[in-house]
T-cell receptor
Framework: NAGVTQTPKFQVLKTGQSMTLQCAQD?????MSWYRQDPGMGLRLIHY???????DQGEVPNGYNVSRSTTEDFPLRLLSAAPSQTSVYFC?????????FGPGTRLTVT | AQSVTQLDSQVPVFEEAPVELRCNYS??????LFWYVQYPNQGLQLLLK??????LVESINGFEAEFNKSQTSFHLRKPSVHISDTAEYFC???????????FGTGTRLTIIP
């Protein structure tokens, strides 16, 4: 039982490039979410999904897209990376008010 | 709107000394309260939670937190810390029936040998 997995662990992008951060879970949880973590700002919700085919915006959605075609996967897409998107990104699932976090992806945009 | 305030960004404590990490929240409706811990280079893990019942909740590694509704606080305490407690601690809340979490900015606990 792997829980929540994220790939890649590290990524460096140039401004304007696009990429997809992958998130997968094997716990069959309906709720999944993406957060970004920046120093002194805690975790901020980017997008979330309450089930396959259903997504919604969180606190800081601009510059990010998501889709949820299966219960297991919830990829986060950066269409045109900007230096302001340099951050650590965490995917999480949720069951009964407890969230389960992945190990994170550290993204640097130059 | 709801918010979480963690008053201390960094707390240095000597090993085996007690510690209190402060958390206050603001919400117009009733909330559930959580403390998450993030060890270096890892994701967050749930440390303890208050959903209902006794206002004092405990974790398996000796931490406890008390929900104080009148002071809108959920401070985290441990009577004697260890080197292994070095981590960042996040307080979080969610509303009844709302699955979204609102996090505080975190408190970095450093244990001094």
């Amino acid at each position: 039982n792997a829980g929540v997995t994220q790939t890649p662990k590290f990524q460096v992008l140039k401004t304007g490039q696009s990429m997809t951060l992958q998130c997968a879970q094997d716990m069959n949880h309906e709720y999944m979410s993406w957060y970004r973590q920046d120093p002194g700002m805690g975790l901020r919700l980017i997008h979330y999904s309450v089930g396959a085919g259903i997504t919604d915006q969180g606190e800081v959605p601009n510059g990010y897209n998501v889709s949820r075609s299966t219960t297991e996967d919830f990829p986060l897409r950066l269409l045109s990376a900007a230096p302001s998107q340099t951050s650590v990104y965490f995917c999480a699932t949720r069951l009964d008010y407890e969230q389960y976090f992945g190990p994170g992806t550290r993204l640097t945009v130059t | 709107a709801q918010s979480v305030t963690q008053l201390d960004s960094q707390v240095p404590v000597f090993e085996e000394a007690p510690v209190e990490l402060r958390c206050n929240y603001s919400s117009s409706v009733s909330v559930y309260l959580f403390w998450y811990v993030q060890y270096p280079n890892q994701g967050l893990q749930l440390l303890l939670k208050y959903l209902s019942g006794s206002t004092l909740v405990e974790s398996i590694n000796g931490f406890e937190a008390e929900f104080n509704k009148s002071q809108t606080s959920f401070h985290l305490r441990k009577p004697s810390v260890h080197i292994s407690d070095t981590a960042e601690y996040f307080c979080a809340i969610s509303n009844f029936g709302n699955e979204k979490l609102t996090f505080g900015t975190g408190t970095r606990l450093t244990i001094i040998p």
